[in-house]
């Protein structure tokens, strides 16, 4: 009887855990690569991310691109009277062969209040996951970080909604910047765009204006 209730006891204290993200070693974000690519160390405890097409990220899942449109509700755990920075950033910018322009910041948002991604100060707008056709699989990665205050003015150099202020972003180093520490939560998925791509080729002369169509298996 003794055992059985203690088995009990830690099978609701395992379920717990998994409700909160903390049992998780965040092993996933080594394998992938996420630690290295994007920062030092892994979050502290695994966010919820669900889409309005209802997936769910899952740590390195892929997920087709159709199903990670929209606004994301976002889940963690928040502390009333703290404000945090949330961002969504894409490492294998370009593509995941070449990413030249490590990383691709897809969404920045500081000042938010508890996990409402609605508060706070925009300051990338959200553009959606759908890289090129031929780019191979990439990464994104969702990252929350507590504040040690609202921050109410952004250095010269902060990224913006533009093409090219997204580009070249570093999460460690705007954290450090910033005073963030190192992310209280975080997620990631995989994705890939097989789309067909055209692909002309100019430089042989018996064949100027011949194009033939691929799809990409990267």
Known sequence: MYLICAFLLVTIVFESQIA??????MKSFMVYEVVS???????QNLLRVMYPSGVEVAEGKELKVDDVIGYPV?????EEDEFYTVMLVDPDYPSR????ARSFVHWLKMNVVLDDVTTGDTVADLIFTKPDPGTGIHRYVYLVYKQPAKI???????PNSTTEGRKFFNPNKFASKYNLGQPVAGNFYRTRNKGRIR??????????GA????????
Do not use: C, M, Q
């Open 74 to 78: 976002l889940t963690w755990n928040a």
């Open 211 to 218: 194009r033939t169509d691929l799809t990409s298996n990267d």
């Open 37 to 43: 690519d994007v920062i030092s160390n892994p979050p």
């Open 152 to 158: 109410s003015s952004l250095h010269d150099n902060a």
């Open 199 to 208: 692909i002309y080729n100019f430089f042989d002369p018996a064949i100027v």
């Open 20 to 25: 909160s993200g903390r049992h998780k070693d």
């Open 97 to 100: 062969r070449e990413p030249y």
